[in-house]
Nanobody, 124 residues
Framework: QVQLAESGGGLVQAGDSLRLSCTAS????????MGWFRQASGKEREFVGY????????YFGNSVQGRFSISRDITKNTVYLQMHSLKPEDTALYLC?????????????????WGQGTQVTVSS
């Protein structure tokens, strides 16, 4: 079992930057690919970004491409989502997820473990 805990959310203004963290505990041993998703109120969960277990490959959704980046610190079992140029439409609950057999990075069901999320609110 893997437990995921997100942190770093908050209320920011449009144009600001924010960094979210996702720390894994339990049976991690570096064998999981990680994803970030978000869910705005009343909307479906949306893919944000992905990082391979090696840290060598990242992939992003169209709406955040060029503004967001992902990195991971294996020694801390932590994945980071760095967000720049935030927009009001980025407002959502941000969740991280882990999967050991992720074949389609954007597919929710490829991820076995999910955190509870951290809220990001961007004011205009």
């Amino acid at each position: 079992q893997v437990q995921l805990a997100e942190s770093g959310g908050g209320l920011v203004q449009a144009g600001d930057s924010l960094r979210l963290s996702c720390t894994a505990s339990g049976r991690t041993d570096g064998r999981y690919d990680m994803g970030w998703f978000r869910q705005a109120s009343g909307k479906e969960r949306e893919f944000v970004g992905y990082i391979h277990r090696s840290g060598s490959l990242t992939y992003f959704g169209n709406s955040v491409q060029g503004r967001f980046s992902i990195s991971r610190d294996i020694t801390k079992n932590t994945v980071y989502l760095q967000m720049h140029s935030l927009k009001p439409e980025d407002t959502a609950l941000y969740l991280c997820a882990a999967g050991d057999r992720v074949t389609i990075k954007t597919r929710l069901t490829d991820y076995s473990y999910w955190g509870q999320g951290t809220q990001v609110t961007v004011s205009s």
